[in-house]
């Protein structure tokens, strides 16, 4: 944009490139916040079923 001395032309594709700069940017960015909260989600359904499981085990290892 800055090189396009007035080239109308030029100006506009670096205009384009600038957009779709942070366009990408944005993406990347919400594809990494997606994929933290889902590795969070799935993480923490895991801990919770093995929690309960090893309770179950120690409450029947107590009542034998």
């Known amino acids: 944009m800055v090189l396009s001395n ?3 032309k ?5 205009r384009n490139t600038v ?3 942070v ?4 993406v990347a960015i919400l594809a990494y916040t997606i994929i933290v909260v ?3 989600t799935v993480g923490s359904l ?3 079923s ?3 499981s090893s309770t179950q085990s120690t409450t029947t290892t107590q009542s034998q």
């Open 38 to 40: 889902v590795t969070n």
């Open 46 to 48: 895991g801990n919770q």
């Open 10 to 14: 030029t100006f506009t594709e670096g």
């Open 50 to 52: 093995s929690n309960s």
């Open 19 to 21: 957009t779709y700069a």
């Open 6 to 8: 007035g080239n109308e």
């Open 23 to 26: 366009i990408g940017l944005v």
